[in-house]
């Protein structure tokens, strides 16, 4: 693991120090959790508080924090931003062996750039072309006329189905599964026909897909993810799907078939996303939401809740429902008070009032 110093990661960042430039760094960490030998980063009110007693040996900062009784300090515009370039030179990706593993099975038609790494057990189909400083970890499965990109890492057993394209970059974690059928049947008799899935599956340079990430190809047409989208584990994405670019997903969501989502939209954790949605550019989803099929999701206010709505309209329908218990007391005393009221007159009447 390499080590900085303070003065190397300001340059880096595009920081100046404050303090010990030659303070030697060999990790990173959360401000509670630093050494004096971890870099850390400061954003908010919250985290200004607790930087003051970190023992982090060096924290980046934006121009508002007090350096009063602190370590050494990288000032920059953009902390977290700083923090993640800088992490990125302290922990470098993983080295390219170059070393094709002699137990790998690959077709006599499938062409790997040299510099590439292929590790133990892994299948590569016919016609299948890996680009240069692509590594492959344990048991990737890559099927016939596959397109990896230039410096794309796949972790242990992620599976690529046939024909589907990869750019440039990508990261695929354990367990992705790219390319398989899509769930498409047609009402035949007493049962089901299953609809051809011929498609297939292209994804944009710089995309990050979580472990056990499930992306299907088209029915017919593209299933496709655009230049740095980003998603969390345990994510599927239905056939014809067509995700935008610079995309965030959280874990758990689902997307059913043919649903758009312009770019840079943001979506949270265990959202369900119904047949044929569309999320416009830079649209904001809710975790749990439930998008209904055709609905349209359009930029601005957030939207929560299931059947998702805008924010404000979700928060006073939680007010309302907190109410519920009141309300009902409230009726069962007004039922109570004209029981009585009834009573009362119907005794008046048989008494002859």
């Known amino acids: 693991m390499p080590a900085l110093t303070a003065a190397q990661i300001a340059d880096l960042c595009t920081g100046s ?26 954003t908010g ?16 900062v934006d121009a508002s924090f007090d350096r009063e009784g602190a370590s050494t300090l990288i000032r920059v515009s953009d902390p977290r931003g700083a923090f993640a370039k800088a992490v990125g030179a302290l922990f470098p990706r993983q080295t390219r062996s170059g070393v094709i ?28 072309v890996i680009e240069s400083g692509c590594l492959l970890a344990d048991g990737c499965s890559i099927g016939a006329y596959v397109r990896l990109g230039p410096d794309c ?51 944009g340079d710089d995309v990050e897909i979580g472990a056990n990430c499930c992306i ?33 997903v959280a874990a758990q969501t689902g997307f059913s078939g043919s649903v758009t989502v312009g770019d840079f939209a943001m979506i949270g954790g265990q959202a369900g996303i119904g047949e ?44 309302h429902v907190a109410k519920l218990q009141e309300l009902r007391d409230g009726v069962r005393e007004l039922k109570r008070r004209l029981d009585q009221l009834t009573e009362e007159r119907d005794l008046e009447t048989k008494n002859g009032g």
């Open 17 to 42: 120090v404050e303090g010990d430039a030659a303070k030697i760094i060999t990790g990173a960490n959360s401000l509670e959790d630093a050494s004096s030998d971890d870099l850390s980063f400061v």
């Open 45 to 60: 009110k919250k985290a200004h508080a607790k930087a003051h007693k970190s023992r982090a040996g060096c924290l980046i």
């Open 101 to 128: 593993h002699p137990t790998a099975l690959i077709a006599s038609t499938a062409s790997i750039a040299p510099g590439c790494s292929v590790g133990p057990y892994c299948v590569i189909g016919e016609g299948a």
């Open 153 to 203: 890492t796949l972790h242990a057993r992620v599976t690529i189905y046939e024909r589907v394209t990869v750019g440039s970059r990508v990261i695929l974690h354990s367990g992705c599964v790219i390319g398989a059928d899509g769930f498409g049947f047609a009402p035949s008799g007493e049962g089901y026909e299953k609809f051809p899935q011929i498609g297939t599956v292209q994804i």
């Open 216 to 248: 299907d190809r088209a029915a017919l047409g593209v299933t496709s993810i655009g230049d740095g989208t980003k998603l969390d584990n345990l994510i599927h994405v239905g056939h014809n799907c067509r995700i935008g670019k610079h995309v965030l």
């Open 276 to 319: 044929k949605a569309s999320i416009e550019a830079r649209a904001v989803v809710g975790g749990k939401a439930g998008i209904l099929t055709s609905q349209r999701v359009r930029a601005g206010e957030p939207v929560w809740g299931i059947p998702a709505r805008p924010l404000r309209q979700h928060l006073k329908g939680l007010a």
